[in-house]
């Protein structure tokens, strides 16, 4: 029988938003996305979106898309004074899932507290008077923006950063500490053995980089070790330079590539590759992210360092929930574990 692909699309996209890997208020693919995803052509990906439209799962906005509504029409209209709670960050081609499991985490606390969750960002509630949340959730807020966090909270929004480190004593987090875990990890392979230890990915500017970079560098000085700077790849450097990699590994002896964030693997897998590099036989693979479906995609035996992110999601909200019934609740700022994932690294066996 021919399958009917409309169905197909109109199931998986159903599917995305019961799992709240697409939330209220986020954007559903580009058609050209789902036409390529699923080898249709744009009529076909137009009648999934018109059954899901109908159902009241989106709504089409001409020229802009179609995006996920508060609910479903078939779902208890909700009291006019439920909680909203914004989050930023959430992004459909999330690959290394780390926004996707953050979403979840969230999603299950507010479904718990009966407070519902909206896509918005820190402009949008700065600038725009047409979006109001009672609380937000920052994942994307850099360093140049806690101002801006902090003028939001003083205009009566309270809110939580993830995976940032404010100086603002008003301002609450909640965040692995980059640098410590980092230490720790490279500090283990060093007494283990491994010298050569790259650094794959550094960022001038970013946070998380930072603090990452800097954990590599104390686990080194603290062992007694010179910092091997010429082993620091800056990310700008093979971003768009597809020889830039694999003419560094040609050139040195390395242990342990150790690659900052989950994005960037692809293009280190495609370096070793090229070289004709095997793991865990010619050198081990670190990476500081939530790798495990890549992993289990690519067959391929890589550590990582895997950060709490759907608890850090779900503290989040209920911090914040808690925050809105008691205004002057103690300021949340929790800095929470990250583990070890060893996956047949010799120098963390």
Known sequence: MKKNLANE?????????????????GQLPSENTLCRQFYVSRPTVRKAIARLCEGGYVQS??????????????????????LIIGIDGVDFHDEYQYYTRISQGARAAAEAAGVMLCLTDLPELLNSPFRKVDAFIATRVDRDDFENAAL?????????LLNRYPQQPELAYISVDFQYETFLVISRMLKNGARNIALIGR?????????????????????????????????QD????????????????????????????PPVLTALARVGMQLPDD??????????????????????????????????VEYLVRRLTCPNLETLQLTMNASLVVNRCKYLL
């Open 9 to 25: 699309i109109y199931d998986y996209l159903i599917a995305e938003i019961r799992e709240h890997r697409l939330l209220p208020g």
């Open 61 to 82: 906005r001409p020229g802009l898309g179609s995006y996920v509504t508060s609910g479903q029409s078939d779902a208890p209209v909700q009291p006019v004074n439920r």
């Open 152 to 160: 939001l909270q003083r205009n009566g929004i309270p809110l939580v």
């Open 203 to 235: 960022q001038t500017g970013s946070v998380t980089s930072a603090g990452r970079t800097r954990g590599w560098e104390e686990a080194y000085k603290a062992n007694g070790l010179p910092v091997p700077q010429h082993l620091a790849v800056d990310f």
């Open 238 to 265: 093979f971003r768009h330079d597809d020889d830039i990699l694999p003419e560094f590994f040609r050139r040195n002896q390395v242990d342990v590539a150790f690659v900052t964030a989950g994005y960037q693997l």
């Open 283 to 316: 050198l081990d693979v670190l990476c500081f992210d939530d790798i495990e479906r890549l992993c289990e995609t690519v067959n391929t035996p890589i550590s990582y360092i895997k950060m709490p992110l759907q608890a850090m999601g779900a503290r989040a």
